[in-house]
Every structure is written in structure tokens, then in C-alpha cells.
């Protein structure tokens, strides 16, 4: 199962954090600091597949290659200013999750139209709804981009539209946003 | 109060860089308030802005009630913004969720599609036992709802509410398993299904076995990959269980691997073969061999083909499982699998590394250590170097700084590549001295301070991350044992590597590099002195001024090896007149460096110098008589001290296979009642008399002086302070009384075995102790009857272990290699026993982020009467749940109106900087209006009263 998906961009910041089991608040900020820090070191070229960060390598003891409850793999994909992290169990296969990260953004460029980091800051409620529809407590329920965004687009009616072109739309234009990294 | 949306305060983080936090602060403080309001809208919005704030790591657990108000919404947007801080800030202990019961309920139920949705995608993050069982029927009812939107989120549902609460996995199967069967059914409901089957089938694959034929047919005609991939990794797991499954498998997987364009499909397909054990098996070995052939060649495609680095890594990890079962296939591949070694990418390389471990044999060990080694060399030297050497076409990319990390990796992989098997794998055991004193320069200079340190205090694998120098020490020290044919180049390397002149080339001044190293090579030049080339130099170089800086692990063994070089000097010159005067010179120069570390901090240096030391002196001494001869004590004495038996390595285990002798009673206690007999020690005894002047010596400093004169000169009148009284009760008492309490004391403890009677009186006869232990025994203990277990430390090369070796052919080596000594018991029994570390409880500390499923493990699906909760049994528990939420809605009711009036903080807590936090919390405190707090104070202290009445098995 998926344990956890994050997003953050190339400053760390978060920008989506989604844990599929209960965290305290400090554990969740030192994971993705963790993490944070491993893609970080990567290069562009490197393959998207993270070795575990301390806090997780602690209780895997899985040496086997048998399936246990514990993560063991992370998967990761960065998109312009974004990192895309998947983490999981060895029930899921490592290159299908790449693939889902895929799924993931296409449905949020469908949503938003051409999405940028703006975008999913200020539509943080629509990002969580996308994820909402594809994965639900750690198990995919969808991988169709129609039906994904068919599901939200009926949540929120005209609404996620709006809010997003509310945002670029306002003294912040979206073509012109320098410094956009340092945004909480 | 100015109403801020999510937008502004996203707004106004950009406005405030650099006082982020005080703005973060500002913004809490109005969320604070503005979530107390009526306003709906306004309390969605303000619990909005806490949730995006939440990501940053400020604590909202204080919003938990808000969250409930505004899920309980009419409104969808709003509902939606509280179910999601409800996925977002409640934690194991947030109790306010019981509250929710009735809500849940409702929203299960509702009509709208979207509103049914949300709790059950939130119910997954906050799912309770006792949550699970008031909600299992109407979450049930959802299975049968006519969107399938609905119908999947319900089964994923369903699973996790059945990982804690087991039973509702028997109400539930049925049912999945009906929309897992349904070829009408909507193909998005169908893999939702598998995959949650594919979460629960590893842990029972046993119940999913009789659905195969199913699993076949979809995973045959669906054409849907994602699908597809579930379905293998299903099979994975069933095919142990059922052999015939592996037959018919066989052709539709290879038809995909053939067929199929999408890679994760192909790659999943290969690796369900491996781990599935489809080619584990010996029957119908020839189709097996094809299918390996077919996925190895495949693989190696991915690796070769692809430019694409994320298959080569998976390639090369399905390769590395294949490695085990199929060595010869595997390193047919490997030249693509070398080249992977000098991969841009640090996580291929590991990967490959730890495949060439796998599978190397004598044949390719050297070429593949060279290779790494070049590798090595080229990260340590600086770009200059690689200019000279463009014609390594092999590696065109610009070789990038390794973290040091990485070469402390591949500085290990080498180590355990070369002494797998007991060097059963090295032809050429010169070569390897060579590679280890090479690898002493390679090692990465500043291997304790990097970053990376603190994440290795993290990781608890001392054993694993020995400090890689102290390693190669030791390997050398191991080669000079164990290679009696290499003992005198692995003696030169470890003497070329002593010399103090050639430290600074190796180990570069600054690193903690030589600390490790040095210890075991000193031991190897000390102890194979004979085959020192300068044993001269050698000395001089263990005695050299700059030694003595060295850790306190590291020196012991330097002096443990002075003496023993300098007897191979001293045998080694010639005697004469000449001889005697630079023995006595070389004599003085080791005294004075001994002399240095006579008074050394640390208790074993110390121990040791002093006693060369004194034995050191004593050869001086000799030397100086006049008498032409070598003295006795040099010539015989000392040599003798080091000479006999020559010393072999014996297994760590062997220890624990010594038989104990069963008189031997480690386990007993001495005494049952040992606080009772610390009690009675505990009370002052007149018995201490004896030495009650030493301890009042000792412990009175000013006042026993006046006191002691006070009891010799007048006991009586001169007793100028009142407080002296106090300590000279005892010596105002009579000698008499004395002597009465001491017999008294005497006869309380003639029983006690931790009281030895004073030897005056018992007469010279065994201690209390001792006549108890004979008693006990029955018989005086026969020392002579202890079993000595011969341990044959004279025989010459024990038996080499070649237990852990694969089917490897015997070594080509024509060096013999000493193996590990150890018993030969046929008592199983010693293996057993010993203590495997922590491989016996793999599971026992939990992962973080880890879903515990394992009481899904004993739980029977299926067959039996669908169970049913008995009636009474859910009704008690009903009325238990629902008097723990009136009692959980009072507290939180209490909890809230508290918060009004005391005025807690109004800001947030930011949980990564607690204290900063913490101080503004004070001064917020101060500035409150004085009679408000008061106030608030006093209301406090009526709560506590009040919760003090609550019945206590509340909590």
C-alpha cells in the first residue's frame, strides 16, 4: 500500500502532505525534511527511486524480499519547481508508481489547466480532492484521468475553476511571479 | 476583526519574508478567535487556513472540536474543509472523533454521491476499533450503491477498517468477493478489489487460492495493466502455496514478456517469476531454464537498451534476486552489470555492487576490484589526473564527486567481496595485501565529520558500519593469521605502512584514518616480527614521540609490540662490543617513550607501559655489566615471554559451545532474601567501632580532630558545642557496652553469608558462606571433577569451514586459509542457544508509517456460518461506546469553555520550535487584564474539582 504521498518544491517547502497513518506533526516535518533532503542531493538524471531515510530505515528489517507492512520503497518524480513523493510498501510495483505520479499531475494540469505551483497552493483544497479520488487510505482507486477529474469537477462544481483563475488572475499574475520558490 | 481567506493569508506570507513567524503567529491569533464564531462560513475558513498551516508543521491538535462543528456543516464545501482537517490534524489520541458517531452515520447514508464520499475517504486515517464496529453496517450497505465511484471507495474502506477491527473483514468478504467475481461489474470497482486482495493476500494467501481461476481470467482478458500488475503481484504470493498454479502461469506470463510494450508490466511479470518461485522448481527443468533465459536476456534489454536509469535500477534489483537461485545466468550479464559500476547514478551503482558481490567468482574477483578500486582512485584524485587518462572510453561521463558515503560503500563491498568464505574467492593473496594497503590511502579523508555522521548514529548497525579503517586493519591482521604462505608480505605491508615516515603520504594529518588502522597492524609487525624487513626502522617508528597522541584503544597494542620488536632487533644484530652500546641506545629511546605514557589517562596504557617499563629497565641494567656476553634476561627471558604456541583464530562462537560443567550454578541466587539482609546491614552497627575513627577520620574532617581530643583529654566537662554531643554518643559508652553489642551483632549475622565474622574469633574455619555452600553442594566441591574441554590449540591448521558456501567449487587457492577454530559438538543443542542478535524479532520495532495488518493473520475467512455480532455482545458495547462519548462530549465541552475563559495562548504552536513559541505564550499571559485571569483562575480550580469527582476508570 501507499503509506504516504508528499509534495514539495525545490526549497523543501511543502506544498501537499498526505500520510496514510497517523503522525504526530514533529515526525511528519523531520520525515519530509529527510526526504527532502535525499532528492535534493539527486541529480536530474538520476533514476526516481530514493534509498530509505533514516527515520524509516529504522524499523525496516526487511532484508527479505518478502511483502511486510513496512515501507520500503520511495518513489519520487520532480516536475519543473515540484517533487512528487511516493512512499510504500513492497506491494506496489515501483515503476507502476512512477507511472501514477504521472497520472497525478496530468489530472491537476487537467484541473487547473496548465498547472503551476501557484496553482496548487492556492487550489491546496482541489489538490487534496485529486488525491482524494485516486488513492484512498494508501489503497489506488483510480487511475483514470476522465473519471478523476469527472469525480472532482462534480465535488466542486465551478468552483475549483474559479478559485484558481481568481488567483492568477489577481495582482499576482501568473506569468509574472519571480522569487515563486520562497512562497509558503 | 479584518476576515482574512486562505488567499490573503497566502498573500500576505509573501508580503512578510523575513517575519514569516510573527506573521504566522498574527494570523493563528485571529484564527484562534475567528473559529469560535457562529459564522459557519467564517469557522470553515479559519479551519482552512489552520490546515495549510498545519503542513508547515504548526500545531491544530487544540481545533479538534472546531473540526467536528464545521464536518457537521450543511454546507458540502465547508463539510469538506472539516473532514479534511479532520484527515489532516487528528492523531491516534484526538478523542473528539466518538463525538462523531452519529455524523458519520448521517453522511454515510446521505443521497449526494460527493458527501457520501468524504467520510468514506476520511475514515481511513481516523478508524477506531470501536468506530469501526458502530459504522460497519452502514458502510456495508454502501457496497451495493449504484455508483461505482461510491462502491470503490467503499471496499478500500472496508479493508482498513478491517485492520482494526478484524470481524469486519467476515461481514465484508462475502461481499467484495461478489464484486470481484461479477464480470458486469465496473472495471474500476474490480481493481480496487484486487488491490485491496493484493494488500490482504500476502498475509493469508490461503484464502484467496480458491479464487485463482478468477484472478487468471482477468488478469488474461482485462487488458487493463494497472490491473495486471496487482494480479502478478497476487500470484507472487500464491504460487508457493500451489504448485500447479506455477504450470499453467507459465505461458500467459511469458506470452506478456513477449508481447507486452508496457515496461512496468514486463518488469512485473519478471519479477512475479522470482519471487513467485516459478523458477525455483525441479520438475519440467528445461521449460524453466527457458523462461529464466527469456527474463534475464530481458533484463539485461532494460539495462542495455534503455537509457532510461529507472529500469536499469529495477532490472538490476530483479537480476540481484535472481543472483541467489541462478549464479551462472546471472553472471553471464556481466559485462552490462560492470558497466553499471561506473553508473552516473549512486543508487544503480549500489545496486550493482551489491549484485557483483553476489555473484563474482575467482575468476572475475580481481577485474571487478580493480575496476572499483580505478574508481576509487579516480573520486580521491583531483580533475588534473583524469586529463592524463582520456582514452578510458568506458567511462565518458564526467565522473562526478562521490559523496563519501558512496566510497566508504564500495570500500566494504570490496572487504566483503574479497573475505566471503573465508577468502575462499582469492587465487591471489599477495594481490590482495597489495589492494588493502592500496585501499588505506583511498579511503575518504574525513570519514567522522561529515554530515553524514549523525545519520550514522541513527542507524543502529554498528556492526555492519565498523569504521571502515579499523576494517582494513583488521583484514590485513586476518591474511598475516590465517595465510601462513602471504604472512611475510601482509608483515612488509603492515611494516610499510607503520613507517613513520610513509604516514603522512596515507593518512594525511587531520583524519582519524590511522587510528583505525594502526592497532591491528601494529599487532601484525609485533607479532610476525621475524619477517620485518627492517626490524630497526620498525621500532623506531613504534617508539616515535607522535604515537603517544594516539587513542587509547590504538596504544595498547603498540605496546604490546615494542617489546616484541625489539627482541627480533636485538636477536637480529650481531653481538659485540658495538652491539651492546646500540642495544643500550635503543634500550634508553623505548624507556623514554614508555616513561611518556607511564602516566597516561586511560588504565590499560597505562598498565602496560609501566610493566614494559619495568621489565625494559631491567634489560638495561643487564647490559650494563661487562662481560662480553648477551645478558641472560635479554637473550632468553624476554624472547620467552612472546615465543610458544603460535596463536590462531578461533570462531567468536566457539565460547558459547563450551560445555559448562553442570555443577556449575550460575543461575542460583546465594541468598533468597537479599533486602533482608541489606536491611539489617543498613542499621549502624557498634561492630564498626573498629574503624570508627578511621570513618570519622574520614568523613568529619573539621569536626573529629576537636571531638577526638575531647573523648582522650576530658570526656566529661570539656564538651564545648552541643552539637558535638551528637557524634560522641558512641565513645562515652563504656568499652564494655561496646564489646556486648559487638557480640550481640556477632551472633545476628553468624548465619549471613554476606558477613565475614572476623578471623580472630572463627578461628582460621571456613566463612558462614563457605560452610553454606558446602552444605548446599552436599558434598566439598571437586574441582577436579570440572570437564576440561580440550581445545587443540596446538594442532596445526584446523579444518577450513566451507559451510556457508554455496555450490561453489572449492578454492583455487593454493594457499591453505585457516578457518575460524571452533568445537565440533554434535550437541545441536550450543548452536541453537546462542543468541542470534536481533534476527529473532524481526517485527519487533515497528516501521514508521507502518500499517499494522498482522491481526489479519488469525483470522479465518470464509467457509464457517457467516458470523453474525451476537445481539447482546454489540448492545453492551453500544452502551458502553455511547457512555464514553457522553463522558469524552463533557470534557471537551468543559475543555472548550476553559479555553475561553483562562485565555489560553492565542497563538498556535509551531511543534519544530516549541520554545520560541512558549516565550510568546508568556508574555501574552502578562499583558492579560489582571482581574479577567483572575477570574479564569478561579473557574480553573472549580474545574479541577470537578474533574477530580469524575469516576476514575474514566481515562
Redesign the interface.
Known amino acids: 500500500?501507499i503509506?504516504?504521498v508528499l509534495v514539495f518544491n525545490n526549497n523543501g517547502?511543502?506544498?501537499?502532505?498526505?500520510?496514510?497513518?497517523?503522525?504526530?506533526?514533529?515526525?511528519?516535518?523531520?520525515?519530509i525534511a529527510q526526504i527532502y533532503r535525499l532528492v535534493a542531493?539527486r541529480?536530474a538524471?538520476?533514476?526516481?527511486?530514493?534509498?530509505l531515510p533514516?527515520?524509516?530505515?529504522?524499523?525496516?528489517?526487511?532484508s527479505a524480499?518478502?511483502?511486510?507492512?513496512?515501507?520500503t520503497q520511495i518513489t519520487y518524480r520532480t516536475y519543473a519547481t515540484l517533487s512528487f513523493i511516493m512512499?510504500s510498501t513492497s506491494?506496489e510495483?515501483?515503476?507502476?508508481l512512477?507511472?501514477l505520479i504521472q497520472v497525478f499531475v496530468e489530472a491537476l494540469d487537467r484541473m487547473f489547466e496548465n498547472v503551476c505551483e501557484l496553482d496548487l497552493?492556492?487550489g491546496?483544497?482541489t489538490l487534496?480532492?485529486v488525491l482524494?479520488e485516486m488513492i484512498?487510505?494508501?489503497?489506488?482507486?483510480?487511475?483514470?484521468i476522465e473519471?478523476i477529474i469527472a469525480?472532482v469537477r462534480?465535488?466542486?462544481g465551478s468552483?475549483g475553476k474559479k478559485?484558481a483563475v481568481?488567483?492568477a488572475s489577481t495582482s499576482?499574475g501568473r506569468g509574472a511571479l519571480p522569487g515563486l520558490g520562497?512562497?509558503? | 476583526m479584518f476576515e482574512k481567506s486562505l488567499y490573503d493569508l497566502i498573500k500576505g506570507l509573501r508580503g512578510h519574508k523575513g517575519g514569516e513567524n510573527e506573521y504566522i503567529q498574527s494570523s493563528l491569533r485571529e484564527c484562534k478567535a475567528e473559529i469560535k464564531t457562529q459564522d459557519m462560513d467564517k469557522k470553515a475558513t479559519a479551519l482552512l487556513k489552520l490546515i495549510y498551516l498545519e503542513m508547515f508543521g504548526y500545531d491544530m491538535s487544540w481545533a479538534s472540536f472546531h473540526v467536528l462543528e464545521v464536518m457537521s456543516s450543511a454546507k458540502y464545501l465547508q463539510k469538506r474543509v472539516g473532514y479534511l482537517g479532520a484527515v489532516q490534524s487528528f492523531r491516534p489520541d484526538t478523542e473528539v472523533l466518538m463525538l462523531a458517531t452519529n455524523l458519520l452515520k448521517k453522511d454515510i447514508v446521505t443521497s449526494s454521491i460527493p458527501n457520501m464520499s468524504l467520510p468514506l475517504i476520511t475514515l481511513p486515517h481516523v478508524i477506531t476499533p470501536s468506530l469501526a464496529m458502530s459504522l460497519l453496517p452502514d458502510i456495508l450497505s454502501r457496497l451495493s450503491h449504484s455508483s461505482p465511484v461510491v462502491r470503490k471507495k467503499t471496499i478500500v474502506c472496508l479493508y482498513r477498517l478491517a485492520l482494526v477491527y478484524p470481524e469486519a473483514l467476515k461481514l465484508a468478504w462475502p461481499k467484495i468477493k461478489d464484486h470481484l467475481m461479477d464480470d458486469q461489474e465496473d472495471g474500476s470497482v474490480t481493481t480496487a478489489a484486487i488491490n485491496v486482495v493484493c494488500e490482504l493476500g500476502w498475509r493469508r494467501p490461503h484464502d484467496f487460492l480458491p479464487l485463482a481461476p478468477r484472478f487468471f481470467e482477468l488478469l488474461v482478458d482485462s487488458g487493463n495493466n494497472w490491473m495486471a500488475i496487482k494480479i502478478i503481484k497476487l500470484f507472487a504470493t500464491l504460487t508457493p502455496l500451489e504448485p500447479r498454479l506455477t504450470r499453467k502461469l507459465l505461458r500467459p506470463l511469458t506470452n506478456i514478456i513477449q508481447t507486452t510494450s508496457a515496461m512496468s508490466l514486463l518488469y512485473e511479470c519478471i519479477n512475479g517469476i522470482i519471487q513467485g518461485g516459478i523458477l525455483d522448481g525441479e520438475d519440467n527443468l528445461q521449460e524453466r531454464d527457458e523462461v529464466a533465459t527469456l527474463c534475464v536476456g530481458k533484463l539485461r534489454g532494460m539495462i542495455v537498451m534503455d537509457s532510461d536509469p529507472n529500469l536499469k535500477y529495477v532490472a538490476l534489483l530483479a537480476l540481484n534476486r535472481i543472483v541467489a537461485t541462478h549464479p551462472t545466468l546471472v553472471s553471464m550479464q556481466q559485462d552490462v552489470i560492470m558497466d553499471c559500476l561506473d553508473d552516473a547514478d549512486v543508487s544503480i551503482r549500489l545496486q550493482a555492487l551489491e549484485l557483483a558481490v553476489g555473484m563474482v567468482s575467482s575468476d572475475t574477483l580481481q577485474p571487478v576490484v580493480n575496476r572499483l578500486l580505478n574508481q576509487l582512485q579516480q573520486a580521491s584524485a583531483p580533475a588534473a589526473e583524469l586529463v592524463d587518462t582520456p582514452q578510458t572510453s568506458e567511462s565518458p561521463k564526467v565522473p562526478t564527486l562521490w559523496p563519501n558515503d558512496y566510497q566508504i560503500e564500495v570500500v566494504h563491498r570490496i572487504l566483503d567481496l574479497c573475505s566471503q568464505n573465508n577468502y575462499s574467492e582469492i587465487v591471489d593473496f599477495e594481490w590482495y595485501v597489495a589492494v588493502l594497503v592500496q585501499l588505506v590511502g583511498l579511503l575518504p579523508p574525513s570519514e567522522s565529520e561529515d554530515d553524514w555522521s549523525h545519520w550514522k548514529e541513527q542507524e543502529a548497525m554498528p556492526n555492519l558500519r565498523m569504521n571502515t579503517a579499523l576494517r582494513i586493519g583488521t583484514e590485513i591482521r586476518n591474511v598475516a593469521v590465517r595465510v601462513k604462505g602471504v604472512r611475510m608480505e601482509a608483515t612488509r605491508a603492515a611494516e610499510s605502512l607503520i613507517f613513520v615516515d610513509n604516514r603522512s603520504t596515507f593518512f594525511p594529518s587531520g583524519s582519524t584514518i590511522g587510528d583505525g588502522v594502526l592497532g591491528p597492524i601494529a599487532w601484525v609487525v609485533g607479532e610476525y616480527a621475524e619477517y620485518l624487513l627492517s626490524p630497526n626502522r620498525t621500532l623506531l617508528s613504534l617508539i616515535d614521540i607522535s604515537n603517544a597522541s594516539l587513542p587509547s584503544t590504538t596504544l595498547p597494542l603498540f605496546l604490546q609490540a615494542i617489546p616484541k620488536v625489539f627482541v627480533q632487533v636485538s636477536q637480529t644484530s650481531q653481538p659485540g662490543d658495538t652491539w651492546k652500546s646500540e642495544m643500550s641506545l635503543l634500550l634508553a629511546r623505548v624507556v623514554e617513550f614508555l616513561e611518556g605514557l607511564a602516566a597516561h589517562p586511560d588504565l590499560d596504557v597505562q598498565e602496560r607501559a609501566i610493566e614494559f617499563l619495568e621489565v625494559l629497565r631491567l634489560a638495561a641494567e643487564s647490559l650494563t655489566s661487562d662481560t662480553q656476553e648477551v645478558p641472560f634476561l635479554l637473550a632468553s627471558v624476554i624472547p620467552e615471554l612472546f615465543t610458544g604456541l603460535e596463536l590462531n583464530p578461533v570462531a567468536t562462537s566457539a565460547q558459547s559451545k563450551v560445555v559448562l560443567p553442570d555443577s556449575l550454578r550460575l543461575e542460583e541466587p546465594f541468598s533468597h532474601d537479599l533486602p533482608g539482609l541489606f536491611r539489617n546491614l543498613d542499621s549502624p552497627s557498634p561492630h564498626e567501632s573498629k574503624s570508627w575513627e578511621t570513618s570519622e577520620f574520614y568523613h568529619l574532617p573539621e569536626l573529629s580532630s576537636p571531638n577526638k581530643q575531647s573523648r582522650d583529654l576530658a570526656p566529661v566537662d570539656m564538651q564545648p558545642h552541643a552539637s558535638y554531643q551528637n557524634f560522641t554518643v558512641a565513645p562515652v559508652d563504656s568499652s564494655t557496652a561496646v564489646q556486648r553489642r559487638m557480640l550481640e551483632r556477632r551472633e545476628r549475622f553468624k548465619d549471613d553469608p554476606f558477613y565475614i565474622a572476623p578471623s580472630g574469633d572463627s578461628s582460621g574455619t571456613s566463612t558462614p558462606f563457605h560452610e553454606a555452600l558446602n552444605t548446599s553442594n552436599g558434598e566439598v566441591l571437586d574441582i577436579d571433577s570440572i570437564p576440561i574441554v580440550d581445545l587443540k590449540l596446538g594442532d596445526e591448521l584446523s579444518h577450513v569451514d566451507f559451510d556457508r558456501q554455496r555450490n561453489r567449487r572449492p578454492p583455487v587457492s593454493k594457499l591453505v586459509v585457516a578457518g575460524d577454530e571452533t568445537f565440533e559438538t554434535s550437541n545441536s543443542l550450543a548452536d541453537t542457544s546462542r543468541p542470534k542478535g536481533g534476527d529473532d524479532h524481526p517485527t519487533s520495532k515497528r516501521s514508521l508509517l507502518q500499517v499494522d495488518s498482522s491481526s489479519l493473520g488469525n483470522l479465518s475467512l470464509g467457509n464457517g456460518p457467516s458470523p453474525q455480532i451476537s445481539a447482546d455482545e454489540g448492545d453492551t458495547e453500544m452502551a458502553r461506546a455511547m457512555q464514553q462519548v457522553e463522558e469524552v462530549r463533557l470534557r471537551m465541552q468543559r475543555a472548550s469553555e476553559r479555553i475561553q475563559l483562562e485565555g489560553t495562548p492565542a497563538e498556535g504552536t509551531l511543534v519544530k520550535k516549541k520554545k520560541k513559541t512558549k516565550r510568546h505564550v508568556a508574555s501574552d499571559r502578562a499583558v492579560e487584564d489582571p482581574t479577567e485571569s483572575a477570574i479564569g483562575k478561579k473557574k480553573k480550580r472549580k474545574k479541577k474539582s470537578q474533574e477530580s469527582e469524575k469516576p476514575p476508570g474514566e481515562n
Open positions: 500500500m503509506n504516504a517547502q511543502p506544498r501537499l502532505t498526505k500520510f496514510y497513518t497517523q503522525l504526530d506533526t514533529q515526525t511528519q516535518q523531520s520525515l542531493q541529480p538524471s538520476a533514476c526516481n527511486f530514493l534509498p533514516p527515520l524509516l530505515s529504522q524499523g525496516a528489517s526487511s524480499s518478502g511483502p511486510s507492512d513496512a515501507p512512499i506491494t510495483s515501483p515503476l507502476a512512477i507511472d497552493i492556492f491546496y483544497e487534496h480532492a482524494g484512498v487510505g494508501g489503497v489506488v482507486v483510480e487511475t483514470n473519471k469525480a462534480a465535488q466542486e468552483l478559485k481568481q488567483a499576482l520562497a512562497w509558503r
